[in-house]
């Protein structure tokens, strides 16, 4: 292991091959197993303790009662679709010539956060994509909304660094023949952002209309689940998924790492492996005893509660 860092470190001399962040990828040995090798700020990547994503157990879960809704702002962004060659990435524009900024409070949360940039995961085929996973169970993909502390920190750079400086919101994305209606506008451009390096335009989109009808989650103190891996992240994970069409994930799973000249490998299986719970505590504003009651998910011991087959609720 020792000549097999000692090359990671080599090879990615500054000004090489590019910023760590270009240069980091989900496989070979820029993957997750080295992202804390490669940049000793990342260091936390590889020794960590409140790493991200984990695999929820519900038999292990706390219902918490005071846990509110999560407040999500309700108005439409404008912002930029990325290809960055590790991910499918929306950026919003915010600012004094663009749209206002989608802030996130309430729930779990003791500040306002202003989302920052949201995230999809998915994966080669239908049986992963997620990177949380429910008892062992994973989705075909993963929506991830990131916002930071815009209360005590001025940027996103400085809040990654510092106590409750980011939140994490992790919807499950299911395949069904009624599409999220927003998801749909994002799908619509897959096939502008096809090779590394590739955007596209997003127009009047609402963050707020890509999340499920429901105020239940899941919540836990953990860290992005890219480099550096920063462990200053509230984690909110919704109950419902939203829903995408096979053939808006074909399109999406047409994707590629590389640029049209050296296209790589697929875009997809972009999951960071599930990392070790290390007694955090998982809370939940679902009632274990009236969740069959309310129509929602349940979460007792004796029923059925595996990702690919969720009680949703049709009301």
Not at 150 to 167: F, I
Not at 234 to 255: D, M
């Amino acid at each position: 292991m020792k000549s097999l860092t000692a090359f990671v470190c080599f090879v990615v001399l500054p000004g090489s091959l590019g910023s760590w962040e270009e240069w980091w990828t989900y496989d070979g040995i820029s993957g997750p197993s080295f992202w804390g090798l490669i940049n000793p700020q990342w260091m936390l990547c590889n020794k960590g303790r409140r790493q991200s994503p984990i695999d929820i157990e519900p038999s292990k879960m706390l219902y918490d009662p005071n846990l509110r809704p999560l407040s999500v702002d309700k108005h439409k962004v404008s912002g930029v679709l990325y290809n960055t060659g590790q991910s499918l990435v929306f950026r919003p524009e915010t600012g004094p010539k663009h749209s206002l900024a989608v802030n996130v409070s309430a729930g779990p949360l003791a500040y306002r956060y202003q989302i920052e940039e949201v995230f999809l995961h998915y994966g080669t085929d239908n049986s992963h994509g997620s990177e949380h996973r429910i008892q062992g169970n994973a989705f075909p993909a993963e929506i991830q909304f990131y916002g930071y502390n815009a209360e005590l920190y001025a940027n996103a750079s400085e809040a990654r660094h510092k106590s409750q400086g980011l939140v994490a919101i992790a919807v499950m994305i299911q395949i069904g023949e009624t599409p999220n209606a927003e998801l749909r506008s994002l799908s619509s451009l897959f096939g502008q952002v096809i090779y590394r390096g590739q955007s596209a335009d997003l127009r009047h989109v609402s963050l707020h209309a890509l999340l499920p009808e429901t105020d239940h989650y899941m919540t836990y103190e953990g860290s992005t689940t890219h480099p550096g891996c920063w462990e200053t992240t509230s984690w909110i994970i919704y109950n419902k998924p939203i829903y995408i069409t096979r053939q808006e994930l074909y399109a999406l799973r047409r994707l590629v790492q590389g640029d049209s000249e050296t296209p790589k490998g697929a875009l997809g299986n972009n999951v960071r492996a599930l990392q070790p719970l290390h007694h955090r505590t998982v809370r939940t504003n679902i009632d274990f005893t009236n969740s069959v009651e309310r129509g929602c998910v349940t979460m007792k011991s004796d029923m059925s509660y595996k990702a690919n087959s969720w009680n949703i609720a049709t009301t």
